[in-house]
Every structure is written in structure tokens, then in C-alpha cells.
């Protein structure tokens, strides 16, 4: 395959895989910060040479989940008013506290599809956990029947989370 095709074809596969080509993603990250790409690499944790790949599509991936965590991190970071601000010193530590960070990465973190997860997997389990936290067992339950006829999926996760820890 040519040079050029298989760079669109990774370019595609960014789109599918993170929502759209790294190239834009890592761009903002550089613009919104005023970094270089190269210092840029180091605080996400990959070499340069590597982060240039990735943002030509000449790779498709980033193949550390930690490093697409980081990237994560600063992209949120974006959203902070300090950050938002453009105060040097307000940008230079979100970099350095994501440089620091060493981030866990697992399935209650990292989504693996867009599909509802389903029961008694790991992401289901932290669903419920989540539920049982913000309300009462009781409360659940009343919640499950009243969305019972419109929602029924959602009255089963509530009914679920109101039974308590099995």
C-alpha cells in the first residue's frame, strides 16, 4: 500500500478509535498550553519522534493507555478557568501536575464500547455502586417503578442497585 493511503487509513482509524484524527487533538493541546510538540511528548510520556507519527498518521495509535490518559487529563484541564485564563503559571502547572500524574487505567475509567454494559460485568458493578452511593435503597426501588413503562432498562439497573450488595 502507498505511503499515502496508509496514512488515510490511519488518520480513519484515529476517528474511529478516539473521535477524531490525534493530530487535532494533540494541536489544540500545544496551541492551548503555547508548548512545542517536543516538550509537549514529554509530559504525556511518549518520545517525540513517536507523538510526530502519531499525529501524521503514520501510526494509527497510541499503543500506552497511559499516554492517551494523559492526553485525557490535559484536554480536561483545558476546561478549568485557571487554564482557560492562559496564566503561565496556571498552564505550566496542569502540565506539570499531568507530567506527575500516573494515571490508573482500567475498564471503570476507559469505556471499551459504547454499548450498555451488561449484568454483572465489571462496569455494571460500578454502575450500581454509583447508584447505591447517591441514594437510599428504598428510594431506588420507588425510582425503578415509576420508570418502569418508558424505561424499562433503566428500572431494572435502579431495581438492581435498590436490592443492595448481593
Not at 484541564?77 to 506539570?96: F, N, P, Q, Y
Not at 431506588?140 to 435502579?158: G, H, N, S, Y
Request: proline share 5%; hydrophobic share 45%.
Amino acid at each position: 500500500m502507498e505511503d499515502h493511503k496508509i496514512v488515510q487509513r490511519n488518520i480513519e482509524l484515529q476517528r474511529e478509535w478516539y473521535g477524531e484524527p490525534l493530530g487535532d487533538r494533540v494541536r489544540r493541546l500545544v496551541v492551548a498550553f503555547d508548548v512545542s510538540q517536543a516538550f509537549l511528548a514529554e509530559v504525556l510520556g511518549i518520545s517525540a519522534p513517536m507523538l510526530s507519527q502519531v499525529m501524521s498518521g503514520r501510526r494509527a495509535k497510541i499503543g500506552n493507555p497511559v499516554v492517551l490518559a494523559r492526553m485525557i487529563m490535559l484536554e480536561r484541564k483545558c476546561l478549568t478557568a485557571d487554564v482557560a485564563s492562559g496564566r503561565r503559571e496556571a498552564l505550566l502547572a496542569a502540565l506539570e501536575d499531568v507530567r506527575d500524574a500516573r494515571p490508573t487505567v482500567g475498564r471503570d475509567n476507559f469505556p471499551v464500547s459504547a454499548e450498555s454494559p451488561s449484568p454483572g460485568s465489571t462496569e455494571d458493578g460500578a454502575i450500581l455502586i454509583a447508584l447505591r452511593e447517591v441514594a437510599e435503597n428504598e428510594d431506588l426501588t420507588e425510582a425503578a417503578k415509576r420508570l418502569e413503562d418508558d424505561f424499562p432498562a433503566i428500572a431494572d439497573l435502579l431495581r438492581r442497585a435498590g436490592r443492595g450488595k448481593p
